[in-house]
């Protein structure tokens, strides 16, 4: 399952603490150019939004209920933005990797439409390359790790080389 609903990093946590989530990942889908920086998708011109990718054990945790999180951590009705990020690569969007999720996710959004005033603008397409995400992450991670090192305390886990930095985004997040 894969998930757009603006800064990846909120969209992740939200994911990660779901029991039957077994792995998420953060980085850029569905855009129009290869291997694009996180300086080529801040101009809006590549056309990729910021999204997880959530694996999960169907047996612990249905895709219904990925969804039921998705429309409950964002406003789908905002085109291009949430909250103080605004930008083409913070669009609602699900990308479905089969089309048994093409289908929920259809029937989920034709659900979730009566609760809103405005129209939902979630963008619902095929996940891009099969679903894997294009990502910049580790030099991200690694300009954050610097910052990290040099005033802002060390988190969790945190090493003292920030080119070999691991922190998991759960404390990355509760930093920012």
């Not at 077994?22 to 150019?33: D, E, P, R």
């Not at 219904?64 to 949430?82: A, C, G, M, S």
């Amino acid at each position: 399952a894969t998930f757009a609903a603006g800064c990846f990093w909120g969209v992740e946590l939200n994911y990660q603490r779901i029991e039957g989530v077994k792995s998420t990942s953060v980085g850029y889908t569905n855009g129009h150019m290869d291997y694009p920086t996180y300086q080529d998708i801040c101009t809006g011109e590549t056309g990729h939004a910021e999204a997880v990718q959530v694996i999960f054990d169907p047996s612990k945790v249905s895709y219904h209920e990925l969804l039921k999180v998705f429309w409950r951590i964002h406003d789908p009705t905002t085109l291009n933005r949430q909250k103080n990020d605004r930008g083409t690569q913070y669009r609602s969007g699900i990308y479905f990797h089969s089309q048994d999720q093409q289908h929920a996710a259809q029937k989920s959004i034709d659900e979730h439409q009566p609760l809103f005033a405005k129209p939902i603008v979630t963008e619902l397409a095929p996940a891009a390359n099969g679903g894997g995400l294009s990502s910049t992450i580790s030099s991200t991670w690694k300009m954050g790790a610097k910052a990290l090192l040099k005033g802002a305390g060390r988190p969790s886990g945190a090493m003292a080389d920030p080119d070999t930095y691991s922190i998991s985004i759960c404390n990355w997040y509760r930093l920012g």
